[in-house]
Nanobody, 120 residues
Framework: QVQLVESGGGLVQPGGSLRLSCAAS????????MGWYRQAPGNQRELVAT???????TYKDSVKGRFTISRDNAKNTASLQMNSLKPEDTAVYYC??????????????WGQGTQVTVSS
């Protein structure tokens, strides 16, 4: 079994910053890609940023230059630094990871989500 636990969400004013963290634990042999997704009320879940095990990153166009994804492979953690936040960034943010178990099986795991609200 694997757990992904997110932290760091909250309420911030427009233009402010937040840092989200995600920690993976459990039956982990290796972690391939890790990513952050978000879902606003009435909208589908959308990809925000991803990072591979070798550090290659991708970003949703609307967050490029404002958000930075990073990871610590030794600690099985990923972070999302969010700067210059806008009201349209308001959503529940989810961490995801493609994890290979010691038995050689890969599966996509999800965290429980953390609320980010950008409002004055």
């Amino acid at each position: 079994q694997v757990q992904l636990v997110e932290s760091g969400g909250g309420l911030v004013q427009p233009g402010g910053s937040l840092r989200l963290s995600c920690a993976a634990s459990g039956s982990i042999f290796s972690i391939n890609a890790m990513g952050w997704y978000r879902q606003a009320p009435g909208n589908q879940r959308e990809l925000v940023a991803t990072i591979t095990s070798d550090g290659t990153t991708t970003y949703k166009d609307s967050v490029k230059g404002r958000f930075t994804i990073s990871r610590d492979n030794a600690k099985n953690t990923a972070s999302l630094q969010m700067n210059s936040l806008k009201p349209e960034d308001t959503a529940v943010y989810y961490c995801s990871a493609r994890i290979m178990s010691p038995y050689g099986v890969s599966f996509d795991w999800w965290g429980q989500g953390t609320q980010v609200t950008v409002s004055s």
